[in-house]
């Protein structure tokens, strides 16, 4: 029930293309959603993040849909460019939970020039 | 503005040593977190301080210890060291010990041999 599971492990896009990952969640105690950024020998670093309360929320190229009964959420990168290449991560945590955030195991994003 | 500051960057120690890693808080905040990522996974939750308490623990055995001191700054100490304890550890900092957003510091990765 503490997992967060997350697809696909790995994905190649065309430079301009749309990325999409998906994570999924069982924990209803989980209110907060946020995706990470992490690139090699770096620690992760926000990107963007979603609570319940709206289905969608954007920053710029970045896009979260949430879609709480069926306890998925996505990201979805707009005209990817070769500096998106990078491991994301969704992540989840609840109120109770202070810092305790849940990981999903990653998928490693390449964006051909 | 500094952000979340880790030492040392790299270590290399042997079964059954004990390690001190070390983490400044990004400016302005109090709460430390400290998260254990194996190669190729997402982050694990190790252990949360909040006012010089640990408030927040995950599924880690009493090895792994930790501090805060009335400065925020933070250690986290593993003694008795496995080979499965070789990782990027990882430290955040966030204002408050409510769940939000979580700066992450680069990490120090312990080489256990």
């Known amino acids: 029930q503490q997992q967060v599971k997350q697809s696909p492990q790995s994905l190649i896009v065309q430079k301009g293309g749309i990325s999409i990952i998906n994570c999924a969640y069982e924990?209803?105690?989980?209110?907060?959603f946020p995706w990470y950024q992490q690139f090699p020998g770096k620690g992760p670093a926000l990107l963007i993040a979603i609570r319940p309360d709206v289905s969608e929320k954007k920053e710029g190229r970045f896009t979260i849909s949430f879609n709480k009964s069926a306890k998925q959420f996505s990201l979805h990168i707009m005209d990817s460019q070769p500096g998106d290449s990078a491991t994301y991560f969704c992540a989840a945590s609840g109120r109770n939970y202070g810092q305790n955030f849940v990981f999903g195991p990653g998928t490693r994003l390449s964006v051909l020039p | 503005d500094a952000g979340v500051t880790q030492s040392p960057t790299h270590l290399i120690k042997t079964r059954g040593q004990q390690v001190t890693l070390r983490c400044s808080p990004k400016s302005g905040h109090d709460t430390v977190s400290w998260y254990q990522q194996a190669l190729g996974q997402g982050p694990q939750f190790i252990f949360q301080y909040y006012e010089e308490e640990e408030r927040q623990r995950g599924n880690f055995p009493d090895r792994f210890s930790g501090h805060q001191f009335p400065n925020y700054s933070s250690e986290l100490n593993v003694n008795a060291l496995l080979l499965g304890d070789s990782a990027l550890y990882l430290c955040a900092s966030s204002l408050g010990a409510r769940t939000g957003e979580l700066f992450f510091g680069e990490g120090s990765r312990l080489t256990v041999l």
């Open positions: 924990n209803t105690a989980f209110d907060y």
